[in-house]
């Protein structure tokens, strides 16, 4: 067995009916992240029923953070992860707006690698990778090759791939079964991670692929919002941001329908589906400050370190209806 062969099962075990979610940055009004509180959420979180956590994605604004931000951010989490939890790195970039055409998408390759390189040196298990908006404007048979390309090239960072099917909306791109089929070719991809929002026919879709082509590959449920019925799809485990605050009933869920005790899972998804409308809601972007109020109204996190850099505030009736939430729906 070849070392990224190893690295591949290894992650692929660990998320086999595990929950890894989705962390969000502790910081000041200010923007500074909250090294204190970072450390504390890390402590609080790997000792939940987890298998691990994903930094440096959407839900911790990966793409905007420096390079100390991001050193910051997985030193706090490799010190309080277990043995067994795994370490997943977004992998990415956002495009320089100075630049056009080829050089804006050689230097956005360039600092793609660069993040995945860094995750690789921090220690990460396996990189989430951001979809590749930038080729866009490419042709189809361009762009579909580059999108191939763009995932070999990140894979040469030795860590395995997470494939990332991100709604358009919030900057994904619509993979054709073309290059999904290329792309879970791929001996270091690990699995897709879904997260189609309301679009049950491409969850649906993408996971008959998966189990019909491609059943050494692992589906990844990524919906908040159809958290249950994407483990009715196929999901085999989860990398969500709703797992950022409350994991235990997401995992129990989980565990729950792996061992067929389908009453038990019914109504905890009943459940965890309540907590999500209330979390992933208009303005959807949100999410991230309303995962960190959770956190802040049970005191998890100190007050001062709930804030977002995407421009949102919490008013006191949305804090209330998130924690009445909470306690309706048995959130733990």
């Not at 890390?42 to 000792?47: D, M, P, Q, S, V």
């Not at 030795?158 to 358009?168: S, T």
């Amino acid at each position: 067995m070849t070392e990224i062969t190893h690295k591949v099962v290894r992650v692929k075990e660990r998320l086999h009916g595990g929950l890894v979610p989705a962390v969000p940055v502790t910081r000041y009004r200010n923007g500074v992240v909250h090294a204190e509180a970072q450390r504390s959420y890390a402590a609080y979180l790997c000792a939940q029923n987890i298998a691990g956590v994903s930094v440096w994605v959407h839900t911790g604004r990966g793409l905007h953070l420096s390079r100390d931000e991001r050193a910051i951010v997985i030193d706090s989490w490799k010190e309080f992860l277990k043995p067994d939890q795994i370490l997943v790195a977004g992998a990415g970039a956002l495009p320089d707006p100075t630049l056009a055409g080829p050089r804006r998408r050689e230097v956005w390759r360039r600092d793609s690698r660069l993040m995945a390189e860094e995750a690789s040196r921090a220690g990460a298990d396996a990189l989430l990778v951001f979809p590749p908006v930038i080729f866009g404007d490419l042709g189809e048979r361009e762009r579909n090759d580059a999108i191939v390309e763009y995932h070999r090239e990140l894979a040469e960072a030795g860590l395995p791939l997470i494939l990332f099917y991100l709604y358009e909306e919030a900057g994904g791109v619509r993979y054709s079964a073309e290059v999904l089929r290329e792309l879970l070719a791929l001996p270091q991809v690990a699995g897709m991670k879904m997260a189609a929002l309301d679009s049950v026919m491409t969850l649906q879709d993408v996971a008959s692929l998966i189990r019909r082509e491609f059943p050494d590959k692992l589906l990844i449920t990524g919906e908040d919002r159809m958290f249950g019925y994407s483990l009715m799809c196929g999901a085999a485990g989860a990398l969500v941001g709703l797992g950022a605050a409350f994991p235990n009933i997401q995992s129990d869920m989980i565990t729950a329908y792996m061992a067929k005790e389908y009453a038990r899972f019914v109504e905890l998804s009943a459940r965890v589906d309540g907590y999500a409308q209330a979390v992933f809601t208009a303005p959807m972007d949100k999410y991230v400050l309303r995962l960190l109020a959770c956190l802040g109204s049970e005191g998890i996190l100190p007050e001062e370190a709930v804030h977002d850099i995407a421009g949102f505030e919490m008013r006191a009736d949305e804090i209330e209806r998130l924690r009445s939430a909470i306690q309706q729906y048995g959130i733990y």
